[in-house]
């Protein structure tokens, strides 16, 4: 990962569960990206308003708010951010989530290793750039 801060993916966690989402952003910052995370809806919205944001990790299940209405937002305010979804139930595992979710680009499980989580992150943010 390059260090100039133009290149570095943007990177929103949205975790109900904090220490789920210190896991993986340490590994994400240990990968040299930056990354935030945010347990809320509401704190969702606000990061994306007032903070460029290149990919979204978004927890399907939300417990304060809608996973599909932050998506919705992200797409309006920065239609260029890419969202990872993760979950732990099997919502949407038809693979339905990518007809109600324009900006959506994969669909995995919240046990998904770190590391495997942070390679999509790098491949997203990488294609983003290229763009």
Do not use: C
């Not at 390059?2 to 896991?23: F, K």
């Not at 040299?32 to 990790?57: C, F, N, P, R």
């Not at 979710?101 to 290229?130: C, K, W």
């Amino acid at each position: 990962m390059t260090n100039d801060p133009s290149q570095t993916p943007q990177v929103l966690i949205v975790e109900s569960v904090p220490e789920l989402a210190i896991v993986w952003q340490n590994h994400l910052l240990r990968q040299g990206m930056s990354a935030t995370y945010v347990t809320s809806q509401e704190d969702a919205i606000a990061h994306l308003t007032a903070h460029k944001t290149d990919i979204l990790i978004l927890d399907l299940v939300v417990e304060e708010g809608s996973a599909l209405a932050i998506s919705d937002y992200a797409n309006y305010r920065q239609p260029d951010a890419q969202v990872i979804f993760v979950t732990n139930t099997s919502f949407f595992s038809d693979g339905s989530i990518f007809a109600h979710s324009a900006n959506a680009r994969a669909f995995i499980q919240s046990n998904t290793p770190p590391e495997d989580l942070a390679a999509m992150v790098a491949h997203y943010g990488a294609e983003r750039r290229a763009s």
